[in-house]
Structures are given as C-alpha cells and as structure tokens.
C-alpha cells in the first residue's frame, strides 16, 4: 500500500437532492494524498454524483468540500486543481491526439516548447508514442482511453477523478488498464478517485474502497478489510459472493447461528445480541459428515472454471461453497469452519 | 428483371434541365450584345458591363446588397446560434414553444413580413433606409440560422463541454473551442442560407427601405420598366458570384476530407 500523506479532500456533511429525490444523504469521507479510493456501489447509488461534486458539476445541497482545508464547494470546475477522466473519454473530435492532450496547457497559456515536452513526456507515459497526429475518432476504445488519461494528467491536478473509465473496454483489456492504471497512479504520485460498479476492480486496485449504497456510505476500508470483515449485508452481499446467516452473539469470540455454538474472533457485542454471520464460500471446508456439526446433501454442482460450486442443503438452509474437489450430488456431507473464516457483522435495519 | 427503356428518363431529364437554365444562358448570351435588343444577337461586347461600371447608382445597389448581406449574415449567424445553444438548455415546453413560435417567420408569406415591418417602422418613426433595411433582413435571416444550428446543438455530448471546463476552460472559453467546432457545419448551413436569403430579398427590402437606399433586387425591379440590357450584365455577374461561392461551399470541404484521408493512409503504410 502506498504512503498516504495529508488529508486532501474532505466532505463534511454532503447532501444532495435533485428535485425532490435525495442522491446523497450525509456523505463524510477523508481522501489523502496519494491513495487510490475507490467508490464502489450499485448504479444510482450515489458514487458519480459524489464525483460530480469533487470535480466542480454539481454543487452539494448541503455541506462542506474541503481541498486543503479550503470551502470549494462553489468554485467553478475550471478553477478547481482536479482534472476527470470521463466515462466515455469525452475527447475532442476536432482535434488531434496532440492537440487533446494540450488543451488544458493551451488554455493556461503555457509556453509552446514546455506544452511539447510535457504532451511528450505524458503520451510516452500512457504508451502512445507516435500516435501525435492521429485523429482521435479513429483511435480504438484502448487508446482513447489513454488519450483521456494523458489529457488529464498533463495539467498536473491534485487530484484525478476517473468515472467508470474502463466500463466501454472488453474484459481482457480491462485487466491490462487497472493494472497500468494502478501503475501510473503510483508513477505520478497523485491521488486518484475511481468509480465503479465492479467489485473485482474495485479490490485489485484501490488503496481504499468506500463501498455505497442509496446515498449512503456502508463501509471504508482496505480491499482486505472490506472482503473479509464486511460490517453489514449489503456489503457481504455486494462484494463476492458469501452465504449471509443470522444468528446471535452468545459473548465475545462465541457465536451461535443453525443451532450450533462457533467459535470465532469478533469482540465487542453486546451478549446475546441479534447479528448476521457472512461465510465465503471458498471458506467452507467438506468433510465426511461424522466429522462435523453442519451436515447437508449436496443438491447441486455446478463447473465454473477454476472451481466447482455446490449448494449443500442442511435441515435450517441452503450453503453455497466454492471447492476444487469434485463432488457427486445427492452425497452426504460434513461441513467446518475455521474461527478465522466466521464474520460476524451488525444487523442491518430494514 | 425486365431491362426499362433508358430513353425516357433521360430526355426527361434533360427537358428539365432546360427548362431551368435556357432563360438563363439566353441572359447571359444577352448581356454581351451589342445592340439594345433583347430579340435578336448583333454581336459581342462588353459595352453594357462598361455601362454598368460606370452607373454610379447600380453599383451603389451592389454595395448596399452586399455589405447589407454580410452585416445580416454575420449579425443573425451571432444571434441564432447563440439562441439555438440556449434553447437546448431550456426547459422542454418552452423549447418546443419557442421552436414553434421561430418557424412562423419561415412559413409567413413575405409580403405579410414585409408590410408588418414597414408599418411597425412608420409608427415608431424610425428613418427609413439602410438601418431598417439591415434590421429587416437580420429578422427573417435569424430563424433559418437556429433552424439550421439546432440539431447540430442537439447531436453535442455536453460531456465535452464539462471535460473543456475540467481542464480549466471557463465557460466563453469552451464556446469557442469547443462548442462552436463541434456545431461548426450546422453554423456554415445556417450562414450559407442566411447569405442568400438576404441577397436576394425583394419583397420585404422594398417596403422597409426609404431615402433612396436600394438593392439590387430594387433597382433591377425598377429598370425593368424601361429595357436595359445592363440588368442581363447585373444579373450574369451576380451568378457568376453565386456559382463561385457555391463551388466554394462544396469544392472545399470535400477536397479538404480527400487530403485528410490520404494523410491517414499515409500514416497506416
């Protein structure tokens, strides 16, 4: 993980209506330099308009943007230290690939042999050496995408916003742009804000993942953290797949759920308190059924490639578990947990 | 299939060609002779085009045609384009509202235009003349402009005009460098059209000029009373000019596509 250094960014409060329809309800998040964060959630959960806001479109209904400490939330975007990496690249098809990348430079007036250099030095970055003269409407989804990249960093911003910027590519090239995206991010040594949708994007590169649900934000926290100690159900339910059970904290590193005791290494319930336990389903081990507490009947298998997935049904409901080993169906199995693999988060409201 | 006779359309064709161009050839074989009469040829010259350079009061009108016709131009292609990028940020009802209440200048008869304009001039006693000429014709030119602006407006991502903003362009920055490019054939069609609705306007510049300001459409309507080859001059070069600026209008763009094309195939070898 990269070293983060101050707070950069900070939105205090953040509201935001558009008619009568709440988007944002009291977002408080810190962004630092030099972090990769990531908004992550469902399609109008609120993580572009957060952006939006950041990058100077939208003024919040409420609350405060601090940059440095500084109210910018009614700066306009064009006098804000924050460029954007559109979702369809936005590039200007009049003008060349050079010609693109030194709009901003233009626009500031810079001295043409310092433009040159730094368009150079930024498309030789991005791995679009030669392309200069190209027209940019000709270019594939690939390189319009570095164009965008180029076009945004050359101006040297704080911050760079970038709004699901690899959804128009196909899976393989996807793959290849997080991994250079995620290593120009570190090259340039700025801070970036990525959203998106997907959870395998999200995890693979960011430093932070500030994962959204209906305007709200549901957890923060490193990739690690997020996948493994999710605090509440959509969060489990969102990222990967996961069995989700409710059960009951009998104490501290005890719990309780389809009739059986478990231990495990959260701490600080309340005893007895109503929560839900996410199980991975890579985390459930077979056994033979004398072995084990849970015991069910495999109903399915199901080949997916890396992996066979199973529904084991017990007397209380219906596992699903990731495994390597093939299974027939209609076996009857055992099944163990690790205390590691046993997450217990609050219950959520509904 | 059954091969069609081939001989009919094209005498057809050919007869509608005709039909258009011969009086206007028999004009300009006119305009070079040497007698007076509009019957019969007796010869070349150039004597009437030497008339017409030296009639003080014709090439007065051209100068009035032309400067009110860039004027117009220039002033309506200004207004209609920034009143069609408005409208397609104003709210729906009122947009299509004002889309509707924008073609009733296009659909109205001329002379209606014409005698609305002369009587609102009168009432308010404005001097008439080259002003109200000018004003006149920036009127019934704005409406072709946005008619021919507007979808172009439409057809733009606005996502550019915010990634303009976002590299630090303020807002009459991004017009011009990047809105106005984008719109750019949408403006050409629109000056184009206004162009020569303006230069060849009768009916509206008859009534609302005044203080003897006339264009060519007027002093060749008023020489017509009495025959005067030098109008057969007047109008050959008029169409000389027209079919320049036509061959301009489409020469150009497509020569400057076939010289992009094969730098881009230059490129991929």
């Known amino acids: 993980m990269a070293d983060m250094g101050d707070c950069i960014i900070e939105l205090r409060g953040i509201t935001k209506n558009f008619d009568d329809q709440q988007v944002l309800r009291g977002i408080d998040l810190n962004i630092y330099e030099n972090q990769f964060l990531t908004l992550l959630g469902p399609s109008g959960c609120g993580k572009t308009t957060i952006l939006r806001i950041i990058a100077g479109f939208e003024e919040p209904s409420k609350g405060e943007l601090l940059f440095n400490g500084i109210d910018i939330a009614k700066v306009p975007p064009y006098k804000r230290e924050i460029n954007t990496v559109f979702q369809k690249y936005a590039l200007f098809p009049f003008l060349n690939v050079y010609d693109n990348v030194a709009f901003g430079l233009n626009i500031k007036k810079v001295d043409k042999s310092v433009i040159h250099q730094k368009v150079q030095k930024m498309l030789s970055l991005v791995g679009l050496d030669g392309f200069e003269k190209r027209d940019v409407t000709l270019l594939s989804g690939g390189q319009q995408q570095r164009v965008a990249i180029a076009r945004a960093l050359v101006n040297e911003p704080k911050v760079l916003l970038l709004d699901e910027p690899l959804s128009a590519l196909d899976a393989k090239l996807r793959k290849e742009m997080q991994g250079e995206l995620k290593k120009i991010q570190q090259e340039v040594g700025i801070t970036f804000i990525f959203v998106t949708h997907d959870q395998e994007e999200a995890l693979s590169m960011s430093d932070t993942v500030v994962v959204m649900n209906d305007g709200k934000i549901q957890q923060i926290g490193t990739p690690v953290d997020i996948y493994n100690e999710p605090e509440n159900r959509f969060v489990a339910d969102f990222i990967g797949e996961s069995n989700i059970i409710e059960g009951n904290m009998i104490r501290d590193c005890l719990v309780k759920f389809d009739g059986y005791e478990f231990e495990c290494v959260d701490k600080g319930f309340k005893e007895n308190e109503e929560i839900e336990v996410v199980l991975r389903p890579e985390d459930i081990e077979i056994v033979a059924p004398e072995q084990a507490n849970l015991v069910g009947e495999i109903i399915s298998s199901v080949f997916k490639g890396v992996h066979y997935e199973l529904i084991v049904k017990t007397a209380q409901r219906e596992y699903k578990i990731h495994t390597t080993d093939i299974h027939e169906v209609g076996k009857k199995v055992g099944m163990v947990l690790d205390k590691e693999d046993i997450h217990v988060m609050y219950k959520m409201d509904y | ?269």
């Open chain 2, 1 to 269: 299939m059954k091969k069609r006779k081939k001989g009919f359309p094209i005498l057809y064709i050919v007869l509608c060609f005709l039909f258009f161009y011969v009086p206007i050839l028999v004009m300009m074989v006119f305009s070079f002779n040497s007698s007076r009469s509009l019957t019969r040829f007796e010869g070349f010259s150039l004597h009437w085009y030497e008339q017409l350079l030296a009639d003080s009061e014709i090439m007065g009108a051209v100068s009035v045609s032309v400067s009110i016709a860039a004027l117009a131009t220039i002033i309506s292609t200004v207004l209609g384009t920034l009143t069609a990028i408005g409208l397609s940020k104003t709210r729906r009802v009122l947009k299509e509202w004002l889309l509707n209440v924008n073609n009733l200048p296009i659909m109205n008869p001329d002379i209606v235009t014409a005698i609305g304009l002369m009587i609102l001039f009168s009432s308010m006693k404005f001097d008439k003349g080259y002003m109200t000429m000018l004003l006149s014709h920036v009127l019934f030119c704005t409406p072709y402009v946005i008619t021919s602006v507007y979808p172009k407006v439409r057809q733009f991502d606005d996502s550019l005009a915010n990634a303009a903003m976002d590299l630090g362009a303020s807002p009459f920055q991004t017009l011009i460098k990047v809105i106005v490019p984008c719109i750019k054939p949408g403006i050409f069609a629109g000056m184009l059209l206004a162009f020569t609705m303006s230069f060849d306007d009768f009916v509206v510049s008859y009534f609302v000029t005044g203080n003897g300001v006339q264009n060519i459409s007027i002093i060749v309507y008023n020489m017509t009373k009495r025959t005067n080859p030098t109008i057969n001059a007047l109008s050959t070069i008029v169409i000389v000019v027209i079919l320049v600026a036509l061959l301009i209008g489409n020469v150009v763009p497509m020569l400057a596509n076939k010289k992009k094309n094969g730098r881009l195939k230059e490129e991929e070898r």
